[in-house]
Every structure is written in C-alpha cells, then in structure tokens.
Nanobody
Framework: QVRLVESGGGLVQAGGSLRLSCAAS????????MGWFRQTPGKEREFVAA????????RYADSVKGRFTISRDDTRNTLYLRMTNLKPDDTALYYC???????????????????WGQGTQVTVSS
C-alpha cells in the first residue's frame, strides 16, 4: 500500500525552527512532484511549497518565501520542509502530497496531487 507519513511537527516559540519530514512507502516517488500544504480549522487547504520531480525547481507561497525550504532525498524516499523564523500565523496541520502527473515541475494546486499524508501539527506560540 502506497502511503505518505509526516513527522517533525510540534510546539515552538515564534522565531524558532522546525524540520518536517514526509516518508513515502510502498512505492517510489522519484518521478513525482511533491508538495507541502497546510490547513487550519474552517479554512481551505493552503499551498506552502512544492518541488519538481527532478529536484531542480521549487516554488513557495509568498507568506513563507525566504523562511521555508523544501527539499527531497529520493535515495531515502523522503520529502523535507525546513521552517525557520516561525510565526504564530504558521500554526496549522501540515500535509505532504505526491502529484499524479509524472515528470512535472513544482505544482501549487491541491487538485494536482493524488496522494496525501495524515498531517503533522505545527503550533507556534507568540
């Protein structure tokens, strides 16, 4: 069974850092673009960051640009999101996702992704 499992969330003070991981199992995602999204109660799932299948291109939401870094290690089948200078507005449930179309650059729309993890909670206190 193909699945994605996020980890690394937690409670951190404003200005702090966290690194989220997304481990893929049951299949290889070397040819899939991957992404991170986040969601808070009552709001739509929001794009955070995405990386193309060949690791050469990335895209970020304006709200996290310069603070978050997405990367992937295909030898470990793992996606990462390094988050620095965290703000209370970053508080959310963070999801990783794998895109359905193969061999693409970074994708920013949730409907481009077919496989989602269960999410990891990030809480930033002021």
């Amino acid at each position: 069974q193909v699945r994605l499992v996020e980890s690394g969330g937690g409670l951190v003070q404003a200005g702090g850092s966290l690194r989220l991981s997304c481990a893929a199992s049951g299949g290889s995602f070397r040819t899939s673009a991957m992404g991170w999204f986040r969601q808070t109660p009552g709001k739509e799932r929001e794009f955070v960051a995405a990386i193309g299948f060949d690791d050469s291109t990335t895209r970020y939401a304006d709200s996290v640009k310069g603070r978050f870094t997405i990367s992937r290690d295909d030898t470990r089948n793992t996606l990462y999101l390094r988050m620095t200078n965290l703000k209370p507005d970053d508080t959310a449930l963070y999801y990783c996702a794998a895109a359905g179309r193969l061999g693409t650059g970074p994708l920013t729309r949730a409907f481009d992704y077919y496989l989602w993890g269960q999410g990891t909670q990030v809480t930033v206190s002021s």
